[in-house]
């Protein structure tokens, strides 16, 4: 007998399935995602829980399924995330097949949620042993979730000098009018009932290795049994006269968020920075602000991190906006009057009139609290880590935007990555490694950057790529671009060619070359051919 919470429904005929087939059915009312996997059948939740992506759209590559948009895996046996940026699983429901009929059963409550959150073991006050997280961002939360995932009883402290739980801070850029409750990826309520005690502003000002123990800016110190260091990095500095003038800004957090938004309305807006952050502020504010102007001193935007086709169609997309581009020259003066700025000056002699300046050129990982200790950092001040997400100290670990870790896809040679997903499987590897389970970092970067509601996805590392390929077409805006090192693709970037990105994030996942000749012979429209390579 059924419960009445319960519900089966005939969704198809098993012959309208073919292998490696994703179809969206309904049951109840409800999307549920139907996977057919060496005749097998699973039904899963149809939408990524990170922001809701069709799984339908997505790729399969045995039993692991990547959302089309942002990269997040899930297995398909279980629903369990394998793969970030999402922080949650997938729901699983019951399939049986009679007389060549497909069913699926499922839960009422199951059906309406999209995710399903991972059961944790329980604080256990007998257990004293304390793992501290330094760091409020993905990092350190998903270390903590983990840890408590994986049986951890023991006491965790996030301790952070931010003000508010874990935030979505890829959105301060996209969506300026947001709260910042409206973009917190865990509720203080979700961490309590697991056990995890957060600490908002509680910024670290030395640790003692020897002693095991961290002492806090306002004076209150606390020992460890093991440490994870996830400060993060923060926004380099202009070191120009009148760089201390009022409305001069950075973005790192909701207020700065919020504050840029009011102040540039209406108003004289020059970005100083043609970065992700800068390039998307100018996307968000171009029918807000008055005026925009982007100050750079490279040619084109990205050039560094997209190189400069990818850069040319984003500084197009946003002159068609009316945003102003000044490349190839920087700023050397900001002008005032009654403390506030109200021109920028420039190396080539050009004045821009600026009621507020945003700051985006580049970032510093926040590791200034380890200076005179035995801690290895690299000439940037980026914590060395291996693929154990350990230190060169025993018991600490680090990860997130203050590492530099040896990359499989650059032949191991270290690199800082500030993405959000990476920064979340740095995390749960350091876990596991404080479990002692020796677990190697295994991962591709996935980053996307939204400009005027269109989406340039990007996986693989492109550091000291030497020749690109192209397929699809720059000018109208739907493309794909291969970046080659080497004679073989080491990452790809796509504008309108979903689910490209992720499949070729797959093929790089599975340790699989994707050679030059192999990315020239193939069109858009073929691509899938490369998963079979």
Not at 189 to 208: M, Y
Not at 308 to 316: I, L, Y
Not at 387 to 403: E, S
Not at 412 to 430: F, L, M, N, T, Y
């Amino acid at each position: 007998m059924e419960s009445s919470d319960t519900v089966t429904e005939e969704v198809c005929r098993e012959d309208d399935v073919g292998d490696g087939q994703l179809l969206e059915v309904m049951v109840a009312g409800y999307p549920v995602l139907l996977v057919r996997n060496r005749r097998e059948f699973r039904a899963l939740g149809s939408k990524c829980p990170h922001y809701g992506a069709p799984l339908s759209k997505g790729v399969l590559r045995g039993e692991r399924l990547r959302c089309p948009w942002h990269g997040a895996c899930f297995n398909i046996r279980t629903g369990d995330i394998e793969e970030y940026p999402a922080l949650d699983c997938i729901h699983c429901f019951k399939v049986t097949v009679e007389d060549g009929k497909v069913f699926i059963t499922a839960k009422k409550k199951d059906l309406e949620s999209s995710q399903r959150v991972k059961d944790t073991s329980r604080r256990c006050l007998l257990n004293k042993n304390t793992k501290l997280l330094l760091g409020g961002g993905v990092a350190a939360l998903v270390c903590a979730e983990t840890l408590r995932q994986e049986g951890f009883t023991g006491r965790i402290i996030m301790a952070t000098r931010e003000k508010h739980v874990p935030y979505d801070k890829s959105k301060l850029s996209k969506e300026m009018n947001l709260k910042a409750e409206d973009i917190y990826l865990r509720k203080p309520e979700f961490l309590q009932a697991r056990g995890i005690e957060f600490w908002t502003e509680k910024e670290a000002v030395s640790v003692d290795f020897q002693k095991q123990k961290v002492r806090f800016m306002d004076g209150s110190s606390q020992k460890y049994h093991q440490l994870l260091i996830a400060t993060g990095s923060h926004s380099s500095f202009l070191k120009v006269p009148g760089a201390d003038l009022q409305n001069i800004c950075t973005l790192q957090t909701p207020e700065e968020s919020s504050k840029i938004l009011e102040l540039a309305t209406g108003k004289n807006l020059v970005i100083v920075g043609a970065s992700f952050i800068g390039m998307e502020v100018a996307a968000f504010l171009s029918d807000k602000a008055g005026t925009i102007s982007v100050v750079e001193r490279e040619e084109f935007p990205f050039q560094h991190a997209l190189g400069p086709q990818v850069g040319g169609v984003a500084m197009k997309m946003l002159q068609n906006k009316g945003v102003k581009f000044h490349m190839k020259t920087e700023l050397c003066e900001l002008k005032g009057k009654d403390g506030k700025v109200t021109e920028a000056v420039l190396a080539n002699g050009v004045k821009l009139p600026a009621d507020v300046v945003v700051v985006g050129i580049g970032s510093t990982p926040s590791s200034a609290f380890l200076k005179g200790t035995s801690i290895a950092r690299d000439a940037k001040g980026a914590i060395l880590v291996n693929l154990h997400m350990q230190t060169n100290i025993p018991k600490v670990f680090a990860a997130g935007d203050v590492v530099t870790f040896p990359v499989a896809l650059l032949d191991g040679d270290r690199s800082s990555i500030h993405h959000q997903q990476v920064a979340e499987a740095h995390g749960r590897c350091a876990a596991l490694n404080m479990l002692g389970r020796g677990e190697e970092l295994h991962t591709v970067p996935y980053f996307w950057s939204t400009l005027l509601g269109k989406s340039i996805r990007y996986a693989g590392c492109g550091k000291g790529y030497t020749d690109t390929v192209v397929k699809g077409s720059l000018e109208q805006q739907k493309f794909l671009i291969f970046y080659i090192r080497d004679g073989h693709v080491t990452a790809a970037a796509s504008l309108n060619c979903d689910p490209m990105v992720s499949l070729i994030a797959e093929v790089l996942y599975l340790g699989k070359q994707i050679s030059k000749e192999e990315a020239e012979a193939c069109d858009i429209g073929c691509v899938p051919s490369l998963a079979q390579s």
